[in-house]
Structures are given as C-alpha cells and as structure tokens.
C-alpha cells in the first residue's frame, strides 16, 4: 500500500493510504480528544470532539472520518479546536441529566475525563432535563437514558462484534434513543446474547452492570481489544 | 386574632428556619411554630432510580449528615434483597455510625452549644460562638475539634476520603478496615475518652448554674422514641423501636421498623415542608415524640458498656421516670459519646473487622424495604417501593429534624412565654439568643444550624392579634 506523506501539528509524519488522520496521529504518538470513537469498530464520526483544523479547508473536519491525503497539513489543537470542544462537551452535558456525584461511573467516565482536560468549568446553554426511563428488565445490566450521549459505540459492538445486532438507534434528533430489539424491554430482546460487550464500551454511566452504586462501574475495554485484534489477525483459527 | 412573631432567615436559601410565635389578645405567647423549608422534593427525585444507586444518591440530601442517609439506604436496600448482610459488614456499618456519633455530637456540643453555656446568653452573638470560645477557653475548645476529627477519621477510615460514594451498599459494605488504621483509631483513643470526661465536668457545672433553661428549654411531656436492643439496651443501627411516655412506662415495644406506617402517623403541615410525624394510636397532641439523644436514653434500660452505664444512671435521676427536658440533650449526647467510643473500642478487638466478606448478593425479593438507622439527632427511615426490575417508584423518608419538630415548636413556645413579658412587643437580643439555644438542643440538620460557627440567620417578627407585625428582629 502507498504511504502518503503529511504533517500534523508541525510534524511530518508518512502513514499508509486509506489510514484516517486519527490513526496515523496516534501511531505517531499525537493525542486528541475522542468519545465516540472504540479501537475495534468502525468510526461514525458522531460526537465530534476529534475535530481538527486542515490547511485549505475552511471547514473543521473529523479526525477519525477524515482519510490522510498526500500533503496535508493538520492542526489538532488550536484556540479555534478549543472552543468548539468545549462548546460540544457543554452541548451534550446540557442535552441528557449527567449528574456525575451520583454517577455509577463518578470517576471512570470518558465524557467526565473530557469535560476535566478540556477545562470545561461551566455549561453555559440550559439544561433540558430530559425524562426517560431507565431500562433495569435485563436480568445483567442495566440502561439509563439520562446518562447517554448517543455515541453509538454500544451498538457498533453489538453488531460488529458480537453480531448480535440488539442495540439499534430510534427516533430524531432530540428524542433519538438506544433502544433494543424492536424497542422492547431489554429483558425480552430475544436477540441479546448477554455477552455485555456493550456495557464496556460505553463511555458514561448509561449502560452498567446491574447492582452498581455510584463509581463502581470499572470497564474492562481491552477485552474488546483482545477479540477485535485475535478475529483480524486469524488467531483463533488454525 | 393572636400577634405573631416572626423569625425568618435573611441570607440563606437553603435549609433555613423561620420561626412565628404567637401572641393572644393579652399579649401572652400563645403558639409558636418552627418552619423548616427544607428536603423539599428529594423524595420525588428519586423515583425511577435503581435502588441500589439510593446509597450514592440519598446522602446528598445532607451535607451534615450524610452518613445516616448512607446507612439506612444501604438498610433498606438490604430488605428489598430480603437478605441478612455478613455479619462482618453490620459490624462495619455500626463502626462507621458510631463514628458519625462522635463527630456529630462533639460538634454540637463544643462547637455550637458550648459557647452559648459558658459566654452566656447576654455576650453579643460575634463572640458568643467557636472562636469566643477558643479566647476563652483554648484547650476546651482544640479537644473538642480534635474529638469531632476523631469521628470524622474512623468515617474515612472506612469509607474513603470522600463519604460521598457509597461505601455501604445494599447487602453489606465495599470494604472492610486496614489493620493499620486499626492502629490508629486506638492510639487516639486514650485521647478522646479524655476529651469527654472535660465535657462532663463541664456539662454538671453548667448543670448548677443553667437550672433555669432546664426548666424552660423544651420541659414538658411527650413520648420518646428509640431503637433498643430484645433486652432493652441502647442501639443505634440495629434493634427495634420502642416508644416510652414522659413517666417512663414503655408504652410500645419491639415495634418493626417495616411496619412504622402501622404506628407513625405524617400530619403535614402547610407552614412547614417537613412532615410531622407522631405516635398514631394516640393522636396528636398525645402522640408527640422526640427523637434522638435524649430519647434514645429514655427508651434504653442500659448502654451496654461500662463507662456510659454509669453516666446513664446518674442522667436517669434528672427525670421523675423519662428525663423531660430537652436542655439535656446536650447530656445525652455527651453519654452517646462516651458509650460510641467505648463500642468503637470493642470493635477494634474483632477480627471480624478486617473480613473480605462483606458483601451478600441477591436479586429483588421484596418490593417494599424499609431501612432504619439511628442518626446522631434522632431515628431516621427510609422506605422504598420499587417495581420487579429494582426501580424506585415510591420513596418515604422521615428524618429526626421532622419528628422532632413538634417538640422544637413547643420548646420555642415555652422559651418565648417565658422570656416575653407581657405588652413588652419586643425582641430583645438575649431572647433571640435563647430562642435559638432552644432549638440547637435538639440539633436539628438545617444547614444553617452549623452555618458560620454558631450563628443562626434569623429574622423575628412580632405580629399582633390581628396579624399586624408589631416587631422584627433580623440577624444572618
Ligand atoms: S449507551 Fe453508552 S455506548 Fe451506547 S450510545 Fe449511549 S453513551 Fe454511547
Ligand atoms: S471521535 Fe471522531 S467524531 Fe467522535
């Protein structure tokens, strides 16, 4: 495969063809805020924090959507890519009820780790205060609504790596929603294999193993790692 | 139409009081009420919650005394599990209780209530307070944040430097005490028990030159309400309710908590958010109870240790049968002090403490659970209905500043007759100073009762038979 040629952030760097911004960064050891995206599945560039400045374009882009191109000139962490980061961090505290105190994932949340390095100490648009439902039917774990930022990578796991195809998304905008089956109770979703691969690929607090009281929702991600890594390199099969 | 008078905060939002108090045509206090606005709502929000989150949530509701709200929502988590916890983490719970004893009390008694016995009730309120103390007395005043440190230490000992997250859980606890900080805990022992023999020679000197406020502080006749162990010794997590009349005779005994509806009525009344709860098979006004030290000493034959057997005999020859006068709070709470140290010792000779099983595991068995700890000011419920997945749908909750608050308007009732002269129409700062001593007994969990070192933000209004505001005194 060919190798282009780029710079990020100053650095020349060569990554191969194909490969997005965001992985030829972090071969190269450059960081950036990410949440919806999952080592393993594939990007869907939804929450748009991996937003980076590309040279020529006037627009901002999503690292993890956006292929290397041969001589491109990227910037990851300008005052412009600040304040949008913040901005959409406030955005989605804003939409749901993130009440991390009282969080079973106080401490281990990718959305709350965010808002801490991007120094967001305040939510400038109003809260909605959404009502929905928790979902506790499932005899393993538990959905809480409030808690979801609609990433998407709990789905992505259940279809493409589990292939279970259980967690679907329904409704528009505001009123979108994870929802499992054909919107049933999670308990009565034939098609869940109780794998909870889901559960650790959630950023937040929205999907937990049930029981869990505040901080106690520790994921385990590698072993998504482990299978997503054993399944593209054959090892299981010999 | 009786005159009112008013006392109402003036700088805080929340967990503030007002107090009206009531004058007749002849301009004799008739009445007085004590409104607290506070807990509002919390009930509602938790509905549609896991259970199992209500140990995280509920100890948000107070900031005072959050480890209370901790342990009787861990308690009644228990009982929708339907499980009996390892006994090692009852052990754990009682040890961090008796912890939130401790340093509850010593600041009730050295911060907040000592100023006010030894400066006395004409010193201005700027120096009527911790730091007046500590020119006056400085030793006094060091031993007694040492003790409340004391408490505070065994607390994040064993749940962490932050209480907030949940360290009890329904079925047990998350972790069990370190063998060093055992070591700890005994070598400020010695210390403590000290402390507290300083606040008893203090507590009787005040005894001889307070008679007075033992008899106008909240002295008249109620029930008393407890938890007591089958033989009638003193709890405080465990054990069932027990209810006494002021004479002292058990009236009602090893009542279960699960069934407190059957025996507690709510009246609610509308110049107040808290519920006022009382014994229903007497109605009110019979069935007005106190909670909390004085009660908890009034229902309990003995303390179950050695050291505050002794104190609870001589504090039992205050009263003809139950000890009447809420001015003795202040001894109880200094006799919960000792007999939680003397426990807190006990434990440290239990391996049972260093146990790793602390946790039992169950699904919902019971859709209903009720949870009862003892809290430092008074008996604290809480009661869950949940659905077959563990949502809430219905969350109960009756805390010691509510069921106290029938006793705290009657106290300040008694206070302000004593104090308001006839036609006097005025709210001098002595009274004021009373008024608030008079509820400080009871140690209520507003947040402004600890709010800026021993100062109250009040606002009185005198207000005439005809509603007409004769007078107010603002102070915050
Ligand atoms: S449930 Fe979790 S993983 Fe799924 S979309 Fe919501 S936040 Fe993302
Ligand atoms: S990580 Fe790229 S848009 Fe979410």
């Known amino acids: 495969m060919a190798a282009k040629t780029l710079t990020i952030d100053g650095k020349e760097i060569s990554a191969e063809e194909g490969a997005t911004i965001l992985q030829a960064a972090e071969e190269h050891g450059i960081t950036m805020p990410t949440l919806c995206h999952l080592d393993g599945v594939y990007d869907v560039g939804a929450c748009r924090l991996c937003l980076v400045e590309v040279a020529g374009t006037p627009k901002l882009l999503p690292a993890c959507t956006t292929r290397v191109t041969e001589g491109m000139d990227v910037k990851t962490d300008t005052e412009r890519l600040r304040k949008y980061r913040r901005m959409t961090l406030e955005l989605l505290f804003a939409e749901r009820n993130h009440v991390c105190a009282v969080c079973v994932a106080n401490g281990h949340c990718e959305l709350q780790s965010l808002a801490y390095s991007q120094g967001m100490d305040h939510v400038r648009y109003e809260y909605r205060f959404p009502h929905w439902e928790v979902d506790n039917t499932h005899p393993l774990f538990g959905m809480d609504p409030h808690r979801c930022i609609l990433c998407t990578r709990c789905v992505r796991a259940c279809w493409h790596i589990e292939g279970a195809g259980t967690l679907n998304v329904s409704g528009r905008s505001a009123g979108s929603h994870i929802i499992t089956d054909l919107n049933q109770p999670w308990g009565l979703a034939d098609s869940c294999t109780r794998c909870g691969k889901c559960v650790m690929s959630c950023p937040t607090g929205a999907l937990y193993y049930k029981g869990s009281t505040v901080s106690e929702m520790e994921r385990d991600r590698s072993k998504l790692e482990f299978i997503v890594t054993a399944r593209e390199k054959k090892q299981w099969i010999a | ?476």
């Open chain 2, 1 to 476: 139409m009786a005159k009112r008078i008013l006392i109402d905060p003036v700088t805080r939002i929340e967990g503030h009081a007002k107090i009206s108090i009531f004058l007749d045509d002849e301009g004799h206090v008739s009445d007085a009420e004590f409104h607290v606005v506070e807990f509002r709502g919390f009930e509602k929000f938790c509905e549609g919650r896991p259970y199992n989150e209500m140990p995280g949530i509920t100890p948000r509701i107070c900031g005072i005394c959050p480890v209370s709200h901790l342990l009787a929502s861990a308690k009644a988590g228990d009982a929708i599990m339907a499980v009996s916890i390892p006994p090692a983490a009852d052990k754990l719970r009682r040890l961090m209780n008796l912890g939130q004893f401790i340093q509850s009390h010593a600041l009730s008694f050295f911060h907040l209530s000592a100023p006010d016995f030894l400066l006395g009730w004409d010193t201005p309120q700027p120096q009527r307070n911790v730091f007046g103390l500590i020119g006056q007395n400085k030793e006094l005043a060091r031993a007694g944040i040492r003790l409340r440190q004391f408490g505070q230490e065994i607390i994040e000992l064993l749940g962490g430097q932050k209480i907030h997250p949940a360290w009890a859980v329904p079925g047990g606890v998350r972790s069990p005490l370190d063998p060093e900080d055992r070591e700890r805990i005994l070598r400020w022992l010695p210390e403590a028990y000290a402390t507290v023999q300083t606040a008893f020679d203090l507590f009787q000197a005040t005894l001889q030159t307070h008679s007075r406020e033992v008899q106008v502080f909240g002295n008249f006749p109620s029930l008393f309400m407890g938890l007591v162990d089958p033989d009638g010794t003193w709890e405080h997590h465990g054990g069932k309710l027990r209810f006494v009349d002021s004479s002292g005779s058990i009236i009602a005994d090893q009542l279960d908590p699960q069934n407190y509806a059957e025996f507690i009525g709510e009246s609610v009344q509308n110049t107040s958010y808290l519920k006022s709860p009382y014994y229903l098979p007497l109605d009110l006004p019979e069935g007005m109870y106190r909670v909390g030290p004085l009660a908890r000493l009034n229902v309990a034959e003995q303390m179950g240790t050695p050291k505050a057997d002794a104190e609870l005999a001589r504090f039992k020859k205050l009263g003809r049968g139950a000890v009447t006068s809420s001015f003795l709070y202040h001894y109880a709470r200094l006799i919960e002090i000792l007999a939680a140290l003397e426990r807190v010792e006990r434990y440290m000779d239990d391996r049972d403490i260093f146990s790793e099983d602390l946790r039992a595991d169950a699904g919902i068995n019971s859709f209903h659970g009720v949870g009862v700890s003892e809290a430092p000011r008074g008996t604290l419920f809480h009661d869950y209905t949940v659905d077959r997945n563990g949502l809430l749908r219905k969350v109960n909750m009756i805390v010691a500043t509510g069921q106290n608050n029938l006793a705290m308007n009657q106290t300040v009732a008694q206070i302000a007759r004593h104090y308001i002269r006839r036609q006097q129409n005025d709210i001098p700062e002595p009274l004021l100073n009373r008024i608030e001593h008079g509820i400080r007994c009871y140690d209520p969990c507003l947040s402004c009762s600890t709010h800026a070192v021993g100062q109250m933000p009040l606002r009185v209004q005198l207000i005439g038979p005809d509603g007409t505001v004769i007078r107010e005194a603002a102070r915050g």
